[in-house]
């Protein structure tokens, strides 16, 4: 039986005597924005799930999307919220959300919730300011009402309406006015109510570990303390696009239960890489800077260089364009030395992995935390050197396009460089180091072994069977680069004394690439136009929408498919494609870097699904070959040759795939 949820209720259920964390200090973690803007492809949650090997690794939290269903829009990314307890969205169902958050749950990494708050959209029903869905869970119904917005939201415009069809808003706003949802008044018992609720649920029934609070400055942040000491989240931070002081008495307000985005780190970052003058990284106060009130604030910093909202995204409507326009890798090199905890941007993840994942390597292998002191150490235009305190040892990053010619006293030891930036551990940490991270490489990988050490006798002794090192190991001089031919664990420590420590490993997998055609084959649809959309990281591959009209088509085991091929030129290259009639369309699909199958499914809002039916089609496929004649040669696709293949290429024959030279 349903029941109304009730404030007394609520209090009887609310735990007592606790308080939220907000963000804990000397946390050495590194998180990740899982999404940029339109990420559809990117931020799917079996496509985050698929990557939880790899991503756990080197993130302790992952920042998702907006999880809930916005009325069936399926190109929505999350901020004009509709429903609080139905979780499908443009990012997959719930099912899949829930597989995803315990995959990296179960790997130690958790899974920071989008909530949106602020504000929230209604159905639309016949152009209804206020029909805001009614939800049931745990047999309890929650529906927020018309007393619910506040009574300035959109400018008056909301009251305007109201006053013409016989609705009652609610008080003021207590932050600023955002137009495009309904502005929600936090001083409302049932709105208190309804998010704690909500908060609950993603905490303890979805599984998240804390929460990213979205438009912070439209309510005032004793909402936030209320909130947070109920649900207890273990991670909590707001986004108040904001000065410093603004950040911090935000923070004060909430009574230190929640962290906040460093945005002055942010605009220091972009000024220094856009103005080409690095020293201003000493000049500029940031929340995670010890010179900014005597770094009293480092603990609540969650520093980024990038996000959706500053991202180049071209032309897009409404948008000013604020990208950090060049040496985004140096950028992401300095975030990952200094205090405060670093967010990197699911797009420069994507674009300089094996260097962030170098980077935040040395980060752990130093200790820096939160809180660990940070001083300038050189400053000049065309560079800019911070030392850095850890726990095990001291760092000492430099930045900027100088970084590579810069050299420090011999206290330091070079452990990493790169396109304009560059890593040195003090000699005292007494550790073995191996610049590459592990990951896949393509032909080979070479990796450069340092001793760092006070020790100028000591070596690097390694192995790349996955055995320990001894002092009988190979040795390799200090700075000497290694060439790996093929996929091995390297373990490495250091030989000093005639004791080896300090062991560390990489696992390496090297792959052989090969330039290829990737064909996409879509099922007839029945459509009497098929569309191809197809783009990369670069841009639109073939016109612009809806795509390139196609009338290549190939029968396989009996079905009509449409076809079309792309050019695979360099590894890891991977495109993206919707099948479309010039009305509907489908999802956007991918990432793709094979031949691949595809099947129109079912129509999901206001887009179509699709099944990768790729494995069913080349088992059919080898099937039929199975009962031709011995001798007879095939394509990959299935197409019967008269016989044998001169031409260069994988064929089938006599059931078997066979390489023509």
């Known amino acids: 039986m349903n029941k109304i949820f009730t404030s007394m209720l609520l209090a009887a259920l609310c735990p007592l005597g606790l308080h939220a964390q907000g963000w804990p200090a000397d946390y050495q973690g590194v998180m990740l924005q899982g999404f940029s803007w339109d990420s559809y492809v990117d931020t799917q949650w079996q496509n985050l799930e698929s990557q939880a090997p790899e991503l756990s690794q080197y993130f302790n939290l992952i920042w998702v999307p907006n999880s809930g269903d916005c009325n069936n829009s399926y190109n929505n990314m999350g901020y004009m919220p509709v429903y609080y307890f139905k979780q499908n969205s443009s990012f997959g169902t719930e099912a899949q959300l829930r597989s995803m958050i315990q995959t990296y749950k179960k790997l130690g990494t958790g899974i920071i919730a989008d909530v ?66 309904r502005d929600l008044d936090h001083t409302s018992p ?247 991270a592990s990951g896949t490489y393509y032909d080979h990988v070479d990796v450069t072994l340092a001793a760092v050490s006070s020790d100028g006798n000591a070596q690097v002794v390694y192995t790349t069977d996955g055995s320990t090192p001894t002092a009988q190991s190979a040795k390799a001089s200090n700075g000497q680069t290694i060439t790996l031919n093929n996929s091995c664990t390297l373990k490495l420590g250091l030989l000093s004394g005639g004791t080896v420590t300090g062991i560390i490993s990489r696992n390496y997998t090297i792959k052989q690439f090969t330039a290829h055609k990737a064909t996409v084959y879509f099922k007839d649809p029945g459509w009497s136009t098929v569309y191809f959309y197809a783009w990369d990281a670069s841009g639109e591959l073939n016109a612009k929408w809806p795509g390139t009209a196609i009338t290549a088509t190939k029968t396989i085991n009996g079905s009509k498919y449409y076809y079309e091929s792309f050019d695979v030129n360099k590894a890891d290259y991977t495109f993206n494609i919707i099948f479309n009639n010039g009305e509907v369309q489908t999802v956007d699909i991918g990432p793709v870097s094979a031949d691949t199958y595809y099947e129109l499914s079912t129509l999901n809002g206001a887009k179509y699904t699709v099944t990768d039916i790729t494995s069913s089609v080349t088992a059919g496929i080898n099937g039929i070959k199975a009962r031709k004649a011995s001798n007879s040669w095939y394509t990959l696709s299935g197409v019967r040759l008269n016989s044998r293949p001169t031409a260069k290429g994988i064929y089938i024959h006599q059931g078997k795939k066979m390489v023509v030279e």
Request: one cysteine or more.
């Open 116 to 181: 949106v708050v602020n504000h929230r959209n209604v159905l639309g029903v016949n152009g209804s300011y206020v029909d805001f869905p009614a939800e049931t869970y745990n047999d309890v119904t929650y529906q927020m009402q018309s007393t619910d917005i506040t009574s300035n939201d959109d400018g008056g415009a909301t009251k305007t309406w109201a006053d013409k069809n016989g609705y009652s808003l609610g008080n003021t706003d207590t932050g600023e006015d955002w137009s495009g949802c």
């Open 190 to 436: 049932n709105v208190q109510n309804i998010i704690k609720a909500y908060e609950n649920y993603l905490l303890n029934d979805l599984g998240y570990t804390g929460f990213r609070y979205d438009m912070v400055k439209g309510f005032a942040g004793r909402f936030i303390k209320e909130y947070n000491n109920y649900s207890k989240p273990k991670f909590s931070v707001g986004e108040h696009w904001s000065s410093n002081s603004a950040i911090t008495n935000w923070i004060n307000s909430t009574d230190k239960t929640s962290a906040a985005f460093d945005f002055q780190f942010r605009y220091a970052v972009r000024d220094a890489a856009n103005n080409s003058d690095w020293s201003l990284l000493g000049t500029k106060e940031y929340l995670a800077n010890d010179a900014y009130s005597n770094g009293t604030w480092k603990q609540w910093a969650v520093t980024f260089v990038e996000n959706h909202d500053m991202q180049d995204r071209g032309s897009a409507s409404g948008y000013t364009p604020d990208p950090i326009l060049k040496d985004t890798l140096a950028a992401n090199a300095f975030l990952l030395a200094m205090p405060g905890t670093p967010c990197v941007f699911l797009p420069h993840w994507k674009a300089y992995k094996q260097d962030i994942k170098a980077m935040i390597d040395v980060r752990k292998a130093v200790g820096v935390s939160n809180t660990s002191n940070a001083t300038a150490y050189n400053a000049q235009k065309s560079y800019y050197a911070a030392k850095v305190q850890g726990d095990k040892a001291q760092l000492l990053a430099v930045v900027g396009p100088g970084a590579n010619s810069y050299t420090p006293t011999v206290r330091w030891k070079q452990v990493l460089k790169g396109y304009h930036y560059a890593y040195y551990i003090d000699r005292k940490a007494e550790m073995a180091w191996a610049d590459k």
